[in-house]
């Protein structure tokens, strides 16, 4: 994958992790969940540094909906969900960023979001 790709993409993916972890925030109240939110919009920030798409809006709105209702569903769903997409998540990183110091540091802050 050429960096345009793998970049584009991650931007997009924390846009929608950065909507998903608010949306599950605003249901559940929990540290935790504010923790990954903040987390998840710093890595949204760093990657819109790189690249920018008109796209993100609407991810970000996209997955804050979806984020509500999966906090709505209980903390059963939320953590089926939220542990599939941040391995998900830490895979692509690895696979793509290998060797960036940056990446890596935002690997370790994605591994502390599993529930």
Known sequence: MNEV?????????EA????LAKGIYLVRKEERFRHAYEDELSHWRYFASKKRSWLELPVYYLLLVLGIFIGA???GVTKRVVNYLERGA??????????DDIIKEIVKQEKRHFL
């Open 5 to 13: 790709d793998k970049d584009f993409l991650a931007l997009l993916g």
């Open 90 to 99: 830490i895979n692509f990183y690895v696979k793509n960023y290998p060797n």
């Open 73 to 75: 569903l209980g903390l």
């Open 16 to 19: 929608g992790a950065t909507g």
